[in-house]
């Protein structure tokens, strides 16, 4: 099938090395070397049929959840930590030291809140002081130290 | 004002995309979309929703496209649609600039609201960042 974006080129088979693409929460997710897109030889665009995409996505899929594991063997808190994270973030007693054994990826949601916190327990802080406040509170009060 | 008439006949869109029979811009679509299922599944049903009412112009540039202004969570998107080997090419991103459609001004990313009073880049707004 011709280009229908160059007009120019024709849109062939290709699976290739070293692509990324966005895909759900990541923007540049390895795209696996044997996956084959439908691309333009002359501008590369890429192109998807339904089953294309159904195929597509649960190539990309199987890459994002071992990318979802990775991140959260690095944003997981101290085990010393654990608790008190737990406690602020409404999770279960041994939650966390559930999910760095299992081989499941927790929601994205859970996983940037977690790095938020790995990244500045005065995140976690803000979070405790959200959960004290009454309601209505002024826009500003969450971080105010 | 007379209503503009799309060049592709709305009923064989609609059968083929029914059928599945679609070919979608991936490369753009995935700026929009979490995963390829939904961009495709959001062509699908844009598409069987589709009137001449949302139709806007039609475009000459290597094919020949129907580009339509649609709604799409209560945001204005660019819908443009060509037919090649039986299957019904598309390309649906937000719309970058107000759309003047059969049923009146569609607006852009920012949001908003539709109005009469604002410049119409109807004819090739967009046309020349889409495939």
Redesign the interface.
Known sequence: MKCHSCHQGTVVPLAKPGRTAPYKTIPNLPVPADLVIPTCDHCGEEWMTPEDAARIDAAMEAVYREELLARLRAVLPEPRDAGRVERDLGLSRGYLSRLRKGGRPPSEVLLAVLALVREDQGNLRKVERFWQMGIPYPDNEIGAE | MKAKKPHWELDRVKALAAQ?K??????K???FF????S??ATA?ATIADLSERQFAETLH???VCDVYGVRIGGAGWYLKI?I??L?V?V?LHPLQRPLRTNAGMIGGASGGASSADKPAQGAGGDSDEM?
């Open positions: 599945g679609l070919f979608l811009t991936k490369t679509a995935q700026r979490p995963d390829a299922a961009a495709v699908k540039q290597g094919d060509t090649d080997d299957r090419v390309s495939p």
